[in-house]
């Protein structure tokens, strides 16, 4: 199929969903529903996007094993900058949630060094608006989520923190956790490193500051005391990964993202390549402060109306939100303060494509200068 059809297809998709020219909060629940592909059970999370990401253990085991061998040069430029101890990951992390065709090879240096038995995953909730929950923390109540080699147990801490939280805090939705995509994208990397992994699933929907600032340290209260009651270490035995991708950046084929501020040729191109460059080394880069955090966040949304982006980073309230609570929650559990290293970066533009057709796998957009999406590996420890 060739990418002019592709767009064809996905846009008369999107039309057909209500999923274009339409603010968030405009979005019918009806629509959104219609997001689900492959339905849940009473017990296992269904799947939104067989596309993008793969299903099968053979696609996965591909996918892992490619990009072990196109970046082992920079995997062990990062284990040297790294210098994690035996046994001990990463304490934290942002992974991107993009297609695997375009952007695995930047899942690769982030999730290989997740170490931890149990990994709580923060994501955007995309489409929370249009079920009216902002400033609360999204959980679902599935025992398990769907994974290329076997089902992937939801941990019981996830249990342990919810009886910790004010229960004003946060909402039980599965609905909400369906139709969502950030973190379903993380399982088959994370399965792939660790075919035991247990996940702790967390959504952020649209809040200001204060509540990102405030849930994060209701909720580092709460993981950090269920962390000491068990005798754990962050790194080895609890971690935190935040699904996002940077920039959605061009002038058509978009939901509700219009951002081209610098044009959309080869000029514009690399100046949104060093937009973000500066944000990751001025907020993410080295010592990580609720400070810089805030700052970085008063950078991608508008503080008059959060609905608007500033600079369109999709995870402009899961990052701040899961980086802060990671940051607080090792204050907390371990006295100590993290610090970020950039591992990779790239954009839908910038690597050759995995070449996926033979899997099912292929591309959910466009990627072109009037189309494409940013994206980081950024790890801390």
Known sequence: MTRSLRTVILMTVMIGAGLTARPMGQIPLDRVLKRITVPSTATERGLVDIVGFPQTADAMTFI??????????????NQKRLALPAGEGLVA????????????????????????????????????????????????????????????????????ILKKLDPAAYVVNRK??????????????????????????????FMPWQDVDRLGKELADAVAAVIKAHGWKLGRDVAVLCSGDAQHYGDYGWSYYDYHPYGCDADGYRKAMEL????????????????????????LVDQADIGKYRITWCCRFALPFGLNFAGLLARKAEGRTLTGHVLKTGSSLSMPWLSLERFKLGLTGDANLHHFVTYAAVGYK
């Open 64 to 77: 892992g094993d490619t990009c072990e061998q196109l970046e082992q040069r920079e995997i062990a430029e």
């Open 93 to 160: 992390g942002w992974c991107p949630h993009d297609d695997y065709t375009l952007a695995a090879r930047v899942y690769a240096h982030v999730v290989r060094n997740m170490k931890a038995g149990t990994v709580i995953l923060v994501g955007n909730a995309h489409w929370s608006e249009a079920f009216g929950v902002r400033s609360r923390l999204i959980f679902d109540d599935f025992q398990q989520w769907r994974g290329p080699y076997a089902p992937v147990r939801v941990s019981p801490v996830r249990d342990e």
């Open 176 to 205: 909400i956790v369906e139709t969502e995509h950030s973190e379903e994208a993380l399982i088959p990397f994370l399965q792939y490193y660790d075919r035991n992994v247990e996940i702790v699933p967390i959504l952020v929907p």
């Open 276 to 299: 973000d460059e500066r944000l990751l080394a001025s907020y993410l880069e080295g010592e990580l402060q609720t400070g810089r955090l805030k700052t970085l966040f008063g950078e």
